[in-house]
């Protein structure tokens, strides 16, 4: 009957995998405040932000403290800006070099209004400001295009399981950068992919090890990120990040290290808590810690009521606490048929089938594919 109780890991990686090779380029925030002659707001302004390069063109609106505000600017781009309302230009600046992060361009009319007067244009500290703002993103943008490349390429080398050549591209970018998460992501999967292809057990755990290391950078690098704690997806992407590490720890036998990374996983991101959750019951399940693991299944069907398998891995766990009564018949815990029965009724032709079936019949239970739906009354005579 224990052949009916082994579980393959089952870490589901699509969710990590699916990560943007690209570097975001359009992290900028540009904002300002809008005040006419008399320094008084300009309530329902128009801003307009055209790229020279691109010519693309982001129309924004002042509110009713003269602000205007948007994300997702592409930077490393000079841009032409103008204020206008009802129809009519009061100003604009011409090539605005944007940056990375947040950058603010206030119009005030009343400053223009007496700059103008006087014939002045920028002092000189403004223009080295503004040249050297330009010289940073220039560097970034060049930065990020070398970097996206060595991604890609690291990338097709993974895809063709030449691992080692997508380690040493990834090592590559890390020696021109190495602050990005993103690349200490990838770097950490081409460990820990590479690791079940060693033959030698003392190299893949020294791979799985890597691994470990470098997704811990990563999540670091990634909490200490402003741009990455602005993302509305980080929460998602950290629990990817956190859901590899806990399958490098839990192929290398780190029961305990999985566990608590799968569940900061599944705290993260409660929309995969199912998958996350199914991952940390499997790796109690296949370490025999049938107690721990029963909680963790009933947190699966409750993140996800249709998750059939959970059903049947909840039944192999009470199975395996099961007793034996005085008559020297087994006698399994409650709800042990319960949970087979409904893994039959969700899945019943399902690869775990016939085990669930086997093993009602060993703790003499019905075989109930229909489990939980309600039989019609008789007809009456």
């Given at each position: 009957?224990k052949k009916?109780?082994i579980?393959?890991?089952?870490?589901?990686?699509a969710?990590a995998?699916?990560?943007?090779?690209?570097f975001?380029?359009?992290?900028?925030?540009?904002?300002?405040v809008?005040?006419?002659?008399?320094?008084?707001?300009?309530?329902?302004?128009?801003?307009?932000?055209?790229?020279?390069e691109?010519?693309h063109t982001y129309?924004?609106?002042?509110?009713n403290?003269?602000?205007?505000?948007?994300?997702g600017?592409?930077?490393?781009?000079?841009y032409?800006?103008?204020?206008?309302?009802?129809?009519?230009e009061?100003?604009h600046?011409?090539?605005?070099s944007?940056?990375l992060?947040e950058?603010?361009?206030p119009?005030?009319?009343?400053?223009?209004?007496?700059?103008?007067?006087?014939?002045?244009g920028m002092?000189?500290?403004?223009?080295k400001a503004?040249?050297?703002?330009s010289?940073?993103a220039?560097?970034?943008a060049?930065?990020?295009g070398?970097?996206?490349?060595?991604l890609?390429a690291?990338a097709a080398?993974?895809?063709?399981?030449?691992y080692?050549?997508a380690?040493a591209?990834?090592?590559?970018a890390?020696?021109i950068?190495s602050t990005r998460?993103?690349i200490w992501?990838?770097l950490a999967?081409?460990?820990r992919?590479s690791?079940?292809?060693?033959?030698?057990?003392?190299?893949?755990?020294k791979?799985?090890?890597?691994?470990?290391?470098?997704?811990?950078k990563?999540?670091?690098?990634?909490s200490?990120?402003?741009?990455?704690?602005k993302?509305?997806e980080?929460?998602a992407?950290?629990a990817a990040?956190?859901n590899?590490l806990?399958?490098?720890?839990a192929?290398?036998?780190?029961?305990?290290?999985?566990?608590t990374?799968?569940?900061k996983a599944?705290q993260?991101?409660p929309?995969r808590?199912?998958?996350?959750?199914?991952n940390?019951g499997a790796?109690?399940t296949?370490?025999?810690?049938?107690?721990?693991?029963i909680?963790?299944w009933?947190k699966?069907?409750a993140?996800?009521?249709?998750?059939?398998a959970?059903?049947?891995?909840?039944?192999?766990?009470l199975i395996?606490k099961?007793?034996?009564?005085?008559?020297?018949?087994?006698?399994a815990?409650?709800g042990t048929?319960?949970?087979?029965?409904?893994y039959?009724?969700?899945?019943p032709?399902?690869?775990?089938?016939e085990?669930?079936?086997?093993?009602l019949?060993s703790i003499?239970?019905?075989v109930?594919?229909g489990?939980?739906?309600?039989?019609?009354?008789?007809?009456?005579?």
């Open positions: 009957m009916y109780f579980l393959p890991l089952l870490f589901v990686l969710v995998l699916s990560t943007s090779l690209a975001a380029q359009t992290s900028s925030t540009v904002k300002g809008c005040k006419d002659v008399d320094g008084k707001p300009i309530v329902g302004a128009d801003v307009e932000w055209v790229s020279t691109t010519g129309k924004l609106k002042t509110n403290k003269g602000e205007y505000f948007s994300l600017v592409v930077p490393g781009q000079k032409n800006v103008k204020l206008s309302k009802d129809g009519k009061l100003f600046f011409n090539g605005i944007v940056d992060g950058m603010e361009v119009f005030d009319l009343q400053k223009e209004q007496a700059n103008a007067a006087r014939g002045q002092t000189p500290e403004q223009a503004r040249a050297e703002a010289a940073k220039a560097s970034e060049k930065t990020v070398t970097l996206n490349e060595k890609k690291a080398a993974a895809e063709a399981k030449d080692d050549t380690i591209t990834l090592n590559d890390n020696q950068d998460d993103l992501f990838k999967d081409a460990y992919l690791a079940s292809t060693q033959a030698d057990p003392a190299e893949k755990q791979r799985y090890e890597a691994a470990a290391v470098d997704y811990q990563a999540i670091e690098l990634r200490a990120s402003e741009t990455a704690q993302d509305p980080n929460n992407k950290t990040y956190y590899n806990a399958d490098a720890f192929k290398s036998h780190k029961v305990d290290e999985a566990v990374n799968y569940g599944a993260l991101d929309t808590a199912a998958t996350y959750l199914f940390e790796v109690l296949n370490a025999g810690r049938a107690d721990e693991a909680v963790v009933d699966v069907i993140a996800d009521p249709t998750k059939a959970a059903y049947y891995q909840k039944g192999v766990n395996a099961e007793t034996v009564g005085k008559d020297g018949k087994a006698v815990p409650e048929a319960e949970a087979f029965q409904k039959l009724e969700l899945d032709n399902g690869p775990f089938a085990g669930a079936k086997a093993l019949a003499g239970a019905p109930e594919t489990f939980g739906t309600k039989k019609k009354p008789a007809k009456k005579n």
